[in-house]
């Protein structure tokens, strides 16, 4: 298996440095290539301007490559920093990521379908915030909604499988004793990435949807909020 | 009363140029001064590498002098383009924005409190989405659940009023008939800018929340979705 390994943190000698390294190295232990995109030390431009350019084509190459993409980064202002949202920008292109039609029908598939159908996609996100104002009902909201846009809009959007965030709050914080914790736990969940479920979001088919793509009242009845769109 | 007025769009010539022209015209007419921060034409740099640089400084001091903030992007992945990201992320510094001690407690003040209290925030957000995909249970998310990490992460952690989106949708097709509805509707939006109600959400005091910063289970009881968080 091959995995796309990006990551964003200006000091590589931060804790995201080394989180990249653990879990690297935990792909190769257990056989995996890893092809690794540092945004930071490429010094990878993020302004969306034209379509196609180079460094694009070979961001979308690397990308295309993968059965992973792991999607790494601090969380700043509940959600990823700019060099990152610019990798997503200017890589995740019409044509390639989305937009690309259904061989039978000539429409666009998205949700669950799209240009990258078949990879898993996990985000490994680092916060100072304590666990619970993260977790469900915590003051600055549960990190499956907080990340929705990327989870939801982003991965699901383009055919991936998304899976749950791994999560290391308290982050800045860690001792010795933590740190080992967090390398042990990063290289448990990477031993069992491409096997755990994926975060069930609904597919866009007409089971759940309507013809306006909202769900049908029968759906999860008289819910409103983000989690209505999980199935089950 | 002053207005901030920060946009990003690649292309002058845009319905995002469009509107910030109308929606600065409008605050005008009815006797605000307004000041422009087009990100993409002064070449803003997004890339948070180190603290306090002159180009922030000078950033921060025009959004201190505001009454009102404005924020107009296109709608990418869910999210801000990039360029507009890493204005929050350099801007909004700690000392400034947020980790502002209390006089009387020294803790920092956050949700509802912080260095920006007193202003509003207004997000002019164009999206190709239908109108329903981005409402209540629609498949992209509501609007202000799509926004949180603006919305209440950003603007009410850092103690603004942040106000319901001013959406525009299916922004890829728009004639000279519906965008004379649109600007009409900017118009008329902004005339009422400092009266209309904030979004509620609940401030961060012990009424609403536990120590751990969750909401008492008596409070919104069995919600979990992003609206648990919003007052009455």
Do not use: C
């Amino acid at each position: 298996m091959h995995a796309l390994w990006v990551w964003a943190h200006p000091h590589a000698s931060s804790l995201n440095g080394r989180l990249q390294e653990v879990g690297r190295n935990a792909l190769e232990a257990a056989g995996w290539t890893v092809d690794e995109i540092d945004l930071y030390r490429e010094g990878f431009n993020p302004l969306l301007v034209e379509r196609g350019e180079a460094d694009v084509r070979r961001h979308q190459e690397r990308l295309r490559a993968a059965d992973l993409l792991v999607v790494q980064f601090p969380l700043w202002w509940y959600s990823v920093p700019a060099i990152l949202k610019g990798w997503i920008d200017r890589v995740f292109e019409s044509g390639f990521a989305f937009d690309v039609p259904d061989p039978e029908t000539g429409k666009p598939l998205k949700y669950g379908k799209g240009g990258l159908v078949g990879k898993r996609a996990l985000t490994v996100v680092t916060a100072g915030d304590r666990a619970a104002t993260l977790g469900p009902r915590g003051i600055s909201g549960h990190i499956e909604d907080v990340l929705w846009p990327l989870l939801h809009g982003t991965f699901w959007y383009t055919g991936m499988d998304p899976l749950r965030p791994h999560l290391i709050t308290d982050a800045d914080t860690v001792d010795p004793q933590v740190m080992a914790r967090i390398e042990g736990d990063l290289s448990v969940r990477l031993e069992g990435v491409m096997t755990e479920p994926r975060i069930a979001y609904r597919p866009m088919i007409e089971e759940h949807y309507d013809h306006t793509i909202k769900l049908h009242d029968s759906v999860a009845p008289g819910k409103d909020g983000l989690s209505a769109h999980l199935e089950g």
